[in-house]
């Protein structure tokens, strides 16, 4: 092991450690739940802004914070807060991944070019009760694409894609609700045509970068699921779903769901 390699991964236990003593030290003393054997472990991972991140005190306690809000309570350890925080700048870490079902919880962070973020949306409203390739948006669909591409301006999102059928014939619906985005940075849309494709071509072409992704309803859950998400909601008849999965460097992912509406006052 080459000692830049190993110094990253040393940072990495690093903080762990730092950040599981914290979380043992803040746990209280009622029930204590550890993880057996024979139960697989949930892990969830949130990302933060570096660039505002800072340890602030709050009501007596040491906080680890950037412009949204906590990322990790150290309680009373001022020194941990500062040498975590100095660790992460370093390593350039943006995500912070949980471990649960262990006492206490094992904390760890990811740096931003190990992740592959996969922003996957169901197309927006459309204009006619059909599936035909050709159906457009409805003016509702208009307004929830713009409020997609204003969502996404400061996203990163480097590649988007939307669907064809078997045929090669674009779906104008998905190409609709992602091509404001992709119109404003500068760059087309490309397409694909199964779940199978698309999962391959992110995982294959797209590590490390950000992307965005319009399907259908009967497709959106797959392509959660091919992206290593367990049991993925289903979405019929909603168009407001946005689905953020963080594909890490082992092939383990985590998956944020979020909801999004269209301004009314869009023209």
Excluded at 147 to 155: D, E, M
Aim: hydrophobic content about 40%; charged content about 20%; some cysteine.
């Amino acid at each position: 092991m080459n000692l830049s390699l190993r110094a990253y991964w040393f940072g990495i236990v690093l903080i762990s450690i730092f950040l599981v003593g914290v979380s043992y030290a803040d746990k209280s003393t009622g029930k204590k739940s550890f993880l057996s054997t024979a139960k697989e472990a949930r892990e969830s991972c949130t990302p933060f802004d570096l660039k505002s991140l800072h340890v602030a005190k709050v009501k007596g306690r040491w906080k680890l914070m950037d412009g949204k809000g906590v990322v990790h309570d150290f309680g009373y350890k001022a020194k941990r807060a500062r040498a975590t925080l100095s660790t992460i700048r370093q390593k350039q870490f943006s995500l912070i991944c949980v471990i649960h079902d262990l006492f206490p919880p094992f904390i760890y962070f990811v740096p931003e070019s190990q992740i592959t973020k996969v922003i996957v949306v169901r197309h927006a409203e459309k204009a006619a009760d059909s599936n035909a390739p050709g159906v457009e948006l409805s003016g509702d669909g208009e307004k929830r694409a713009t409020t997609l591409s204003n969502i996404l301006n400061v996203s990163g999102v480097s590649a988007v894609f939307a669907t064809k059928t078997s045929g090669g014939q674009s779906y104008k619906r998905t190409f609709e609700t992602v091509n404001n985005y992709a119109q404003s940075k500068g760059f087309a849309v490309q397409y694909y045509k199964t779940v199978a494709e698309i999962v391959e071509l992110i995982k294959e072409q797209y590590s490390g970068q950000s992307v965005l992704v319009a399907g259908h309803s009967s497709s959106v859950p797959g392509i959660l699921e091919g992206l290593g998400i367990d049991d993925p909601p289903g979405i019929n008849g909603q168009f407001n779903n946005l689905f953020v999965v963080f594909l890490m460097s082992d092939d383990t992912a985590s998956m944020m769901h979020l909801k999004y509406e269209s301004h009314s006052n869009l023209d």
